[in-house]
């Protein structure tokens, strides 16, 4: 009898189907097509022949044709340079970051110095300062420095991010501060057990922080824009904007371009999705 009894409450109701249910899954695919449709858009105007994009009402499901790209390639000559431009930038400074950040971030959460807790505020405290008041003095020392017009310009003020180290901060202080301790006691150096421990468990968050940093300078516009001066040093975003002329706005072109440079995007995340999901539901609870 208590074996049946145990047996019993072992075991789970199943799962009832009710109406809140039901409303919370409508919901949350009602929000999901919402957000999609602009993405949906984008890539339907891309295919959408000229006259055909500024139609009034709009057709969902339109002809589809190639004329924008073949006129974005005839147009654009520069177009593989914008992007390869993205690409060296992106990466670049998706690299420094996933060093520079991590290092700074190992360092506030296991290491102890005098004014630590003062300096990691200090450092925190200036995310309140809008990018936008930094740029005519970064803008000056570019210049002094004779950058403008490389990619250099574009590169060197994003190697580390105030947001990324505290990410990283926050996700290494879950990390056991034992096997440091036995790193060290194995023999292994400092630089050792940050390339050896720390990096290889922090994968998840890292995953997180390059998804971050990607999508935010592969779409970075303003900066750019503002350094790159001749056609073939402009990224992707910089480019496509130069597509709109002063008088008229050829929408299927401009969409065509801003299809293919999402894609990228689009695929990075796919491909690094499981780690970012990890590294945001790890970093959100501190075991």
């Given at each position: 009898m208590a074996l049946s009894v145990a047996q019993n409450a072992g075991r789970q109701a199943p799962s009832r189907v009710t109406a809140p249910r039901i409303?919370?899954?409508v919901a949350l695919i009602l929000t999901t097509l919402i957000s999609l449709f602009p993405m949906y858009w984008m890539f339907v105007t891309a295919f959408t022949p000229t006259q055909d994009t500024i139609k009034t009402p709009p057709d969902l499901f339109p002809h589809a044709d190639l004329s924008n790209f073949e006129r974005l390639f005839a147009q654009a000559r520069d177009y593989w340079a914008w992007f390869a431009n993205s690409v060296i930038?992106?990466?670049?400074?998706t690299f420094f970051h996933l060093i520079f950040d991590t290092l700074s971030g190992y360092a506030?959460?296991?290491?102890?110095?005098p004014g630590r807790n003062i300096l990691f505020w200090v450092i925190i405290s200036t995310?309140?300062?809008?990018?936008?008041?930094?740029?005519?003095?970064?803008?000056?020392?570019?210049?002094?420095?004779?950058?403008?017009?490389s990619l250099w310009a574009v590169i060197l003020p994003g190697w580390a991010n105030v947001?990324?180290?505290?990410?990283?901060?926050q996700y290494i202080q879950t990390l056991p501060t034992e096997l440091e301790e036995a790193g060290r006691i194995d023999g292994c150096s400092e630089p050792g057990i940050f390339w050896r421990i720390i990096l290889p468990l922090s994968k998840p968050a890292l995953a997180a922080l390059a998804i971050f940093t990607f999508v935010r300078f592969w779409n970075d516009f303003l900066w750019p824009s503002m350094v790159l001066i001749k056609s073939p040093s402009y990224t992707l975003p910089v480019g496509v904007a130069s597509l709109q002329t002063e008088f008229s706005t050829d929408y299927g072109l401009i969409f065509a371009g801003s299809a293919l440079a999402a894609?990228?995007?689009?695929l990075f995340f796919l491909a690094f999705q499981k780690y970012f999901l990890e590294g945001v539901r790890a970093g959100a609870v501190k075991g």
């Amino acid at each position: 009898m208590a074996l049946s009894v145990a047996q019993n409450a072992g075991r789970q109701a199943p799962s009832r189907v009710t109406a809140p249910r039901i409303l919370m899954w409508v919901a949350l695919i009602l929000t999901t097509l919402i957000s999609l449709f602009p993405m949906y858009w984008m890539f339907v105007t891309a295919f959408t022949p000229t006259q055909d994009t500024i139609k009034t009402p709009p057709d969902l499901f339109p002809h589809a044709d190639l004329s924008n790209f073949e006129r974005l390639f005839a147009q654009a000559r520069d177009y593989w340079a914008w992007f390869a431009n993205s690409v060296i930038i992106t990466l670049g400074i998706t690299f420094f970051h996933l060093i520079f950040d991590t290092l700074s971030g190992y360092a506030f959460a296991k290491k102890r110095f005098p004014g630590r807790n003062i300096l990691f505020w200090v450092i925190i405290s200036t995310l309140m300062i809008p990018p936008q008041v930094t740029l005519v003095p970064l803008y000056i020392v570019v210049q002094n420095f004779n950058l403008r017009d490389s990619l250099w310009a574009v590169i060197l003020p994003g190697w580390a991010n105030v947001f990324g180290i505290f990410l990283m901060r926050q996700y290494i202080q879950t990390l056991p501060t034992e096997l440091e301790e036995a790193g060290r006691i194995d023999g292994c150096s400092e630089p050792g057990i940050f390339w050896r421990i720390i990096l290889p468990l922090s994968k998840p968050a890292l995953a997180a922080l390059a998804i971050f940093t990607f999508v935010r300078f592969w779409n970075d516009f303003l900066w750019p824009s503002m350094v790159l001066i001749k056609s073939p040093s402009y990224t992707l975003p910089v480019g496509v904007a130069s597509l709109q002329t002063e008088f008229s706005t050829d929408y299927g072109l401009i969409f065509a371009g801003s299809a293919l440079a999402a894609l990228p995007m689009i695929l990075f995340f796919l491909a690094f999705q499981k780690y970012f999901l990890e590294g945001v539901r790890a970093g959100a609870v501190k075991g």
